[in-house]
């Protein structure tokens, strides 16, 4: 396969199974393409995923933020009571002196998982309208950097193991922020697993780049 200039590049596609190099070819709405060695999926092009994950993301987003106004979990030892939500726990960092750590969970469990969410909208809806294409390739770029530091679903799991200890030595009562939270981390795992990235790329392409083709 001769190739005449690196643009030459964008159009070959690498089967993440078997590492065969195949020219991408069009396809049609609903359909993939497949490995011709092994028969892994190689692409996909499906339209209504742009309509899924803009309903998934806005979905995320609104219990993203009953996560973060609602109190997490209502804790009673001896009498006194005590709320605790996520920013509460952020800012008890900087009050306690770890200015560092305070910082690295804001990002991790706040900023980071806020901006995927927002950037998901605002690039679905780019995709809805077939506008953008600068925007769209700057918004992917910054997703691939970003994602991997969303750690909503690990600082969930902190909070049940932490609940799990203080059964015994306290009254503990679930607040609707921590339903949300569940609810938001269910929905980001599985904007993850069913939108890979390169399939969002994938549709800026076929929508955006290529339109004048079609």
């Known amino acids: 396969m001769k190739l005449e200039n ?24 609903g359909t993939k393409a497949c490995c ?55 800012f008890s960092l900087f009050d306690s002196g770890f200015y560092i750590v305070g910082i690295i969970c804001a990002f991790l469990i706040f900023i980071f998982p806020l901006m995927i969410f ?30 991997p530091w969303s750690m909503t679903d690990i600082f969930l799991i902190s909070i049940l193991v932490a609940l799990v200890k203080l059964i015994g030595y306290a009254q503990i009562h679930m607040g609707i922020a921590f339903w949300a939270l569940m609810v938001f981390v269910l929905i980001d795992l599985y904007i993850v697993k069913s939108i890979q990235l390169s399939e969002l790329w994938m549709l800026r392409k076929r929508i955006l780049v290529n339109k004048d083709t079609q």
Request: aromatic share 8%.
């Open 6 to 29: 690196e643009d030459a590049l964008d159009n070959l596609i690498i089967c993440q199974k078997c590492s065969t190099l195949h020219e991408e070819v069009p396809i049609k709405d």
């Open 118 to 147: 927002m950037i998901n909208i605002l690039l679905f809806i780019l995709l809805k309208i077939k506008r953008g294409e600068k925007w769209t390739k700057d918004l992917l770029i910054l997703l691939s950097h970003i994602t």
């Open 36 to 90: 011709s060695e092994c028969g892994a999926i190689l692409y996909s092009y499906d339209s209504k995923r742009i309509d899924h994950g803009l309903a998934l993301s806005i979905t995320g987003f609104i219990f993203f933020v009953l996560a973060n106004v609602f109190p997490l979990v209502q804790i009673q030892i001896l009498g006194h009571e005590q709320f605790i939500t996520i920013p509460k726990t952020i």
